[in-house]
């Protein structure tokens, strides 16, 4: 019996806030085209989870950030299920973590250059050397905190000279609104909302769950369990 081919990915509308299909295959096939095609727009990638889509149900300049975005990707288990409602079925969860070490790892990226922002200084910086130390094509170059003023990432997107990526992990909506800026000043550029988590687990300052954890969809258990006081509200209102 032939095995049937996966869908193409495809991006849909739940109740005005953007999503796409894609697996974390699916994603790493359009960064390729991304990196064959440097002047394809729109050119940035976000995700999506059930905390990001309450914040954006509300915040119409959130949602603007993420309809503008080339990929939405669902990373969070009820997006997932979300997504039935609307007859668009995303056929797994598509966590960014996992995604941008698949990225990494991929052997049939060509050589590239990054530019990475979150967290504090000595955070970003660690998480570039260790990406650094790990990828097998990608190089980040410069490290800058998360925490800065809006005027100083500006600055920084209008002055950057050719990078092929742009990693950015804040906080929502600040992460998405950074990306918007990026994609604006720097059209070359493939600008990726990795995530805080991602950077964190990178630098060394968060535990990646296990992948018990992972394969079942219960990351938001696992922080909730390690980090009860900051998340309890995301997680359980």
């Not at 050119?43 to 503008?68: P, V, W």
């Not at 997932?80 to 049939?108: D, G, K, Q, Y």
Request: aromatic share 8%; net charge positive.
């Amino acid at each position: 019996m032939d095995l049937e081919k996966p869908t193409a990915p495809h991006e849909f509308s739940m109740g005005g806030v953007k999503c796409s299909t894609h697996t974390i295959s699916q994603l790493l096939a359009e960064i390729r085209a991304l990196l064959a095609h440097r002047f394809d727009q729109p050119r940035s990638i976000l995700c999506i989870n059930a905390h990001i889509y309450n914040l954006a149900f509300s915040d119409a300049s959130l949602r603007e950030s993420l309809n503008n975005a080339r990929i939405v990707a669902a990373d969070g288990m009820s997006i997932v299920w979300l997504s039935r409602l609307w007859s668009a079925i995303v056929p797994e969860r598509c966590n960014m973590t996992e995604a941008f070490r698949a990225f990494l790892h991929c052997n049939t990226m060509r050589p590239s250059t990054a530019v990475l922002i979150g967290l504090t200084q000595p955070e970003a910086e660690r998480a570039a050397q260790c990406i650094n130390a790990g990828s097998k094509h990608c190089t980040v170059i410069k490290a800058y905190s998360g925490f800065l003023p809006e005027e100083n990432y500006v600055t920084l997107f209008e002055s950057l000279g050719k990078v092929d990526f742009i990693f950015v992990g804040m906080s929502t909506p600040r992460t998405e609104r950074t990306c918007e800026l990026a994609r604006r000043r720097c059209p070359g550029a493939v600008v990726w909302g990795i995530g805080a988590g991602t950077i964190r687990i990178y630098a060394g300052t968060m535990k990646e769950a296990s992948p018990f954890y992972r394969r079942h969809g219960l990351q938001w258990l696992h922080r909730l369990i390690n980090e009860p006081l900051v998340l309890w509200r995301r997680y359980l209102i």
